[in-house]
């Protein structure tokens, strides 16, 4: 297999992507967005891959793929666990859906009114934080026995969460360390923190 290319933006959710593709023994070549692009670190015009403009973008085996849920989905395909693709693809989508879109996206949107974000945090997160440490008490990863990419998706969005300065259970919170302890996370967090940098000199 020719390695994947995964457009990405350093700690964005395309981390998620990046944690996935490396669980699974593959080391894609990344293109770095430089601040919310659409400028590439390398040269180019992100618009002219993806016209959304939005992260994680892969191009896999000559095709691309946008838009994280079938990103992390198509990631899935190439190997680790077999979980009930309904089941992983639910959590998926609660994850882009109650957490990224609803929570995060407006938390470190600048031009969010303080009001929207105040009622975010109030009113908004602390049942999707409930439902997720309620649903961990009765197993160690979202699906089961092993990390899914469903866990990939979480483990980026508890870490934005904890920017919020947002207390999570500790069930969550030990999830949250296992998944940190995986053998793939410091390589990773080490890859996106170089990268952060770098985009920042540009």
């Known amino acids: 297999m020719t390695p994947p290319v995964l457009y990405a933006m350093p700690f964005g959710c395309s981390m998620a992507v990046h944690l996935a593709l490396r669980q699974r023994g593959i080391t894609p070549r990344i293109r770095w967005l430089v601040g919310r692009g659409p400028r590439l670190l390398d040269g180019g015009d992100f618009r002219e891959v993806n016209p959304k403009g939005k992260v994680a973008a892969l191009l896999l ?22 979980y009930d693709r309904l089941a992983e693809a639910q959590w998926l989508t609660f994850v882009a859906t109650e957490l990224h879109k609803q929570v995060l996206y407006p938390s470190f949107d600048p031009g969010a009114p303080p009001q929207t974000r105040d009622d975010v945090l109030k009113r908004l997160l602390p049942p999707v934080l409930s439902h997720v440490e309620d649903h961990l008490g009765e197993r160690p990863y979202l699906l089961g026995e092993e990390p899914s990419v469903a866990d990939d998706y979480l483990y980026w969005a508890l870490l934005m969460v904890r920017f919020l300065r947002v207390a999570v259970g500790p069930t969550t919170q030990s999830y949250s360390k296992r998944l940190h302890l995986r053998e793939v996370t410091a390589p990773v967090m080490a890859i996106e923190e170089e990268a952060r940098q770098r985009v920042a000199e540009a």
């Open 61 to 82: 085996d000559g095709r691309l793929i946008t838009e994280n849920v079938a990103v992390l989905l198509a990631v899935a395909e190439l190997g680790g666990p077999r």
